[in-house]
Structure formats: C-alpha cells, structure tokens
C-alpha cells in the first residue's frame, strides 16, 4: 500500500454496497484490491488483474496468510480490447489505481474496463497529480486528471464524482449509462 495515497479512503468513496464484483487493473501488490475485499466484508468478488505474475503472487500469498476470501488473481493484458478475458458486462466496479501513468494503450485499456461493466457500473480512477520530484512518474508519463477525464468520457464514461485521494493524487468516479 503506498503511504501517497490510501486504498481504504479511495475505496470507502465508492460506497460499495458488499456484494459487488471487483476488476482491479494493475493490481500490483494488492493495496486496492484488499480494500475492496475489506469493505465488502468478504461477501463481494475482487479479481486483481496485473501484467506481472511476481506481484500477484505476492498477493495471493497476502491473501492467504491474512485469510481473505472472494479474491482471484489473474495474470492479464488489461490495456488491450478482450485482454482481462473476463466476460462482458460482468464487473460492477473496475478500480484503475495508479495505472494510467504506466500504461501504454490509455485509451484501450479505458476501452476495456468500459467492455467488461455492467450498465451502472462504476470506474474509479486514482493517479498521480505530478511528479514530484522523482516520488512519483517520471514527469513525461503524468497523466493530468484533465488528461484522465478526456480519457474516461472518451471512453463513453459519464463523471459521477471527483473524489479525495491524497495530496499527491487525484480520485474520479465515473459510471457507465445505464443504457448503452
């Protein structure tokens, strides 16, 4: 969990209601994804999605010694059209933290959270609000929340709210319409 911005604060905001079905993209060492395990009392499914086997490895392990249910890991291209392979329309929620900065295919990979949640599903998107000095992305790959915005209704997403992630990020949550 990274001490810049608070998995349990950006996850309260979406106001899970405890049975949800969770994508997260780029799920790292699993900060938002136990979060959401957590505010759903175990009764929700959260799969943790990332590019890198090590890190959800760590996760499953984490997941394991702390005895948490309802979570799924799943090594995946999530920047890619179909790359998560879950099934359409399947996710009430895809959390996108600290993602943008890192990934290539911005567009696509917005695509796809849209593809795989259902009408009146929400995305929440967490990124860094600049550099920092070297704390946070190098200062080419910040991605703006202006620039995030563009990206998310780009994508067909309509804002809900802007949300508190810390000093050193921004917090959105978008919903997909109810009718596509």
Same mark, same amino acid.
């Given at each position: ?12 905001? =979406? ?21 959401? =395990? ?16 090590? =890190? ?43 993602? =943008? ?80």
């Amino acid at each position: 969990m990274s001490s810049f911005t608070n998995p349990h604060n950006n996850i309260a905001q =979406l106001e899970l209601e405890g049975t949800e079905r969770v994508a997260v993209f780029g799920a790292g060492a699993g900060g938002h994804s136990f979060a959401a =395990l957590e505010a759903m009392n175990g009764n929700g499914r959260v799969t943790a999605i990332d590019v890198r086997a090590d =890190l959800l490895k760590r996760v499953e392990s984490d997941a394991a010694a702390y005895h948490k249910s309802g979570l799924v890991t799943k090594v995946a291209e999530y920047q890619k059209p179909g790359g998560t392979t879950l099934i359409s329309g399947s996710q009430d929620v895809v959390i996108v933290p600290n993602t =943008l900065f890192a990934t290539q295919e911005k567009a696509a990979m917005l695509g796809e959270a849209y593809r795989i949640l259902r009408p009146g599903g929400k995305l929440l998107i967490v990124d860094w609000k600049d550099s920092y000095g070297g704390m946070g992305p190098p200062p080419e790959r910040v991605v703006t929340e202006d620039a995030a915005m563009q990206l998310a209704e780009g994508a067909h997403f309509t804002l809900h709210k802007k949300v508190a992630a810390g000093a050193q990020h921004y917090g959105l949550i978008y919903m997909k319409p109810l009718k596509v």
